[in-house]
């Protein structure tokens, strides 16, 4: 069982940066692959990053390629999404999940954190 909390989300006028955090309980955080998804208004959840277990690997979304970074330290049990350039498409609520295995889709995870709201205006 692994326990998700994000937090960092808030308002950032567009070009700013935001860095969202996902702290994990549970020793076996390691174990555990994770991935950050969004939700806009009246949107489908979509996918943003994902990490392996081990950090090494990673995967992006398109539209943030080259502006978000994913990483972990599972010395403190924590996932990071920082995130630069932030553009007004970027509002949604962002969600941490954790699996087995790095995966591209909402179905892919089995744990979800709550969500933190990323506002971003023009």
């Known amino acids: 069982q692994v326990q998700l909390v994000e937090s960092g989300g808030g308002l950032v006028q567009a070009g700013g940066s935001l860095r969202l955090s996902c702290a994990a309980s549970?020793?076996?955080?390691?174990?555990?692959?994770t991935g950050w998804f969004r939700q806009a208004p009246g949107k489908e959840r979509e996918f943003v990053a994902a990490?392996?277990?081990?950090?090494?690997?990673?995967y992006y979304a398109d539209s943030v390629k080259g502006r978000f970074t994913i990483s972990r330290d599972n010395a403190r049990n924590t996932v990071y999404l920082q995130m630069n350039t932030l553009k007004p498409e970027d509002t949604a609520v962002y969600y941490c999940?954790?699996?087995?295995?790095?995966?591209?889709?909402?179905?892919?995870?089995?744990?979800w954190g709550q969500g933190t709201q990323v506002t971003v205006s023009s």
């Open positions: 999940a954790a699996a087995r295995e790095a995966g591209t889709k909402a179905s892919d995870y089995n744990y």
């Open positions: 549970g020793r076996t955080f390691r174990s555990y692959a």
């Open positions: 990490i392996s277990l081990s950090g090494y690997s990673t």
